[in-house]
């Protein structure tokens, strides 16, 4: 494993949410002006948007613990880039802790190595594949435009929360694939872990103007699925601050209004035997 | 197949394969499925017309978000009484009812949205009076003080009701029907069977042309005006397509043969006179195929005794001056801020907060 570090001051401790996202994500490696700095990549805009939350943390309380510690992480990059990666994000004012670069067979090592909390990435299969090795993983969404938003948005699904253990096979009668089944376990499996972190930094804010939003989307369940979830999470401590419930109607112009960037997923897309065709 | 568990819902318990059941349309005891946006008739309303929440809003305007969230949660279990919405939402299940009778395999249903600027903090409350007065209503969007406009097109939505005049004029501003829905006076029994709508003429189902004409020049003109161009339609207004697809549902009971009974009754009520500048009117509605099933003209008079007598469901007029009149006499009337009328600020109705007004931060409105 190839790992170069580098690291940049920043408050270190075991309450950080050690966030691993892919470089890939951050920075567009195929575009590049003369200097070398990378384009913008489909979620540079979520590191933004962490940045400042982090910095409203920091207002509340100078030595607040529980801030998000970005790493970058490069798969099977060349030299080349890896430079250009450090550059790119130097001149953007990115802050990024550290940066591994590892082959595509070493990333959970990698994530395990870091005691990662939290992995990132546009890439479903990605994802599920943290999650089936522990790791609470979620998508990294693309977002539909560079501008800034004032807040970053956590979406959660409100089928995987409501839904339990013993109810997640007969999904099967609803016509979802074992594999969607399979990656429905994994979503479900980290999540508590996850949703109790991000609740507790929610929690340093109010109400309204907060730089932190939690969303819950219910795709198929309708309201009771709904309130099942909202008291699940309350539970869990994480306060919802935007819910909807679509019972079966398409989520796609939903989400896109909604604009989250990290987007807890529940598997169950491309069903199969309804009239949905496409993505759902 | 696993066994079915009975266990409730909204207890913070994983959810039953009885509820999951539910929702499966080859399940017998099932709840019927929610049509798909673009079929159904959307209509989107705002948790403050659907239900009384004159205490809270008090609440929130007195003593903020913070205060007004946690009064919410604590009477988490106390459901709402019902608000101006509330019998016209009740007559769309009821014509509902009657549509899967007639045509079970049909979407073309109305479908009822909670569509709310609220935060989810109040959420649990809505969704049990929702299930304490059991209404249909499986579909929300709590937008948490982010806009509404992007989730209203998300739907695809036909009509929307709020109480915040602000919403109902960005939305129109956008070309979703809105209006914005006061309480009457006093309550006014009305049927349960029958949906009744009433609409106003001009800058409501036509646009405000003539209106204009009338507020510029007077009643002479506005009549000579009328009768010189009786035969060129209108230009349509914000309700039009609103009165489009209660005709095609209308349409789908007298092809069953419930033509005198049909369960849908549409009115046009109209300042105009049908000596003369009604002619224009019907001949409007006639050129874009529509009909109501009523035309009122009453050349002037007040509006209320004769939409006291119909007992609508919901009456849609640009000007306050009609709502008010309305709202006294018991009718549910709901203000469309359209056109040329709307230079004027209403005169006695307690209208919403709006934005700036007593809120210092951002414009978290609860709608």
């Known amino acids: ?280 | 197949m696993n066994p079915s568990r009975q266990r409730s819902a909204g207890q913070g318990d994983p959810l039953s394969l009885e509820k999951m059941k539910a929702a499966d349309p080859l399940s017998p005891a099932r709840k019927p499925k929610s049509p798909k946006p673009e079929n159904a008739i959307t209509i989107a309303v705002s948790s403050r017309v659907l239900f009384n929440m004159d205490v809270e809003q008090q609440i929130f305007e007195q003593k903020g978000m913070e205060e007004y969230l946690k009064y919410q949660v604590d009477h988490e279990t106390e459901p709402f009484a019902p608000g101006p919405a509330f019998p016209f939402i009740k007559a769309l299940e009821a014509v509902n009812a009657q549509l899967r009778d007639l045509y079970p395999e049909s979407e073309e249903l109305f479908d009822v949205v909670l569509m709310t600027n609220n935060h989810a903090h109040a959420g649990i409350r809505l969704i049990n009076s929702i299930n304490h007065h059991k209404l249909f209503v499986e579909r929300f969007c709590m937008t948490g003080g982010n806009s509404l406009i992007g989730y209203l097109k998300a739907y695809h939505t036909n009509l929307y009701l709020s109480a915040d005049s602000s919403k109902v004029r960005e939305a129109i501003d956008e070309g979703i029907a809105a209006a914005t829905m006061f309480s009457p006076e006093k309550v006014t029994q009305v049927s349960e069977t029958q949906l009744r709508v009433a609409f106003d003429g001009d800058a409501v189902l036509f646009s405000d042309e003539s209106e204009r004409i009338y507020k510029a020049q007077g009643l002479d003109k506005f009549f000579e005006h009328e009768q010189a161009h009786e035969n060129k339609p209108l230009d349509h207004g914000p309700l039009k397509g609103f009165l489009e697809v209660l005709g095609k549902l209308q349409r789908k009971f007298y092809a069953k043969g419930h033509r005198i009974d049909c369960p849908i009754r549409t009115y046009l009520v109209t300042a105009r006179s049908a000596a003369s500048a009604g002619s224009r009117a019907l001949k409007t509605l006639r050129a874009w195929g529509l009909e109501t099933d009523e035309a009122l003209f009453l050349a002037g008079a007040p509006k209320g005794p004769m939409l006291a007598k119909i007992k609508p469901h919901i009456f849609f007029d640009d000007q306050m001056f009609h709502i008010e009149g309305a709202a006294e006499l018991g009718t549910v009337a709901a203000h469309v801020p359209y056109g040329i009328a709307q230079k004027q600020p209403p005169k006695r109705m307690k209208d919403s907060v709006e934005p700036n007004s007593t809120q210092k931060g951002p414009q978290l409105l609860i709608n």
Request: aromatic share 8%; net charge negative; proline share 2%.
């Open chain 1, 1 to 280: 494993m190839d790992t170069e570090v580098r690291k940049t001051a920043i408050v270190k401790s075991d309450a950080m949410l050690v966030t691993a996202v892919s470089c890939y994500d951050i920075f567009d490696l195929h575009t590049q002006t003369e200097s070398g700095t990378l384009g913008k990549g489909a979620a540079f805009t979520f590191i933004k948007a962490v940045q400042a939350v982090n910095k409203r943390l920091a207002m509340h309380n100078e030595k607040e613990a529980l801030q998000f510690e970005l790493i970058l992480l490069g798969k099977d990059c060349e030299e080349q880039i890896k430079s250009n990666i450090f550059d790119s994000a130097k001149h953007y004012g990115l802050e990024i802790g550290r940066f591994y670069f590892c082959s595509r067979e070493d990333f959970i090592e990698t994530l395990k190595a870091n005691k990662v909390k939290l992995f990132l990435s546009t890439d479903r299969d990605d994802v599920y594949s943290a999650l089936k090795a522990g790791f609470p993983a979620a998508l990294l969404c693309q977002q539909v435009s560079q501008q800034i938003q004032d807040q970053l948005k956590v979406l959660f699904s409100g089928d995987l929360i409501a839904h339990s253990e013993d109810t997640i096979d007969s999904l099967k009668d609803l016509g979802f694939s074992d594999v969607q089944i399979q990656n429905f376990k994994a979503g479900k499996s980290c999540i508590r872990e996850f949703a109790m972190l991000i609740g507790e930094m929610r929690k340093r804010f109010g109400c309204e103007d907060s730089p932190l939003h939690i969303i819950l989307v219910t795709v198929w369940g309708s309201r009771d699925v709904s309130a099942t979830a909202l008291k699940t999470l309350r539970g869990w401590g994480l306060y919802v601050d935007e819910a909807y419930c679509l019972a079966g109607a398409p989520r796609s112009p939903v989400l896109t209004t909604v604009q989250p960037h990290i987007l807890w997923d529940d598997g169950l897309h491309f069903m199969k035997g309804t009239s949905h065709g496409g993505e759902q």
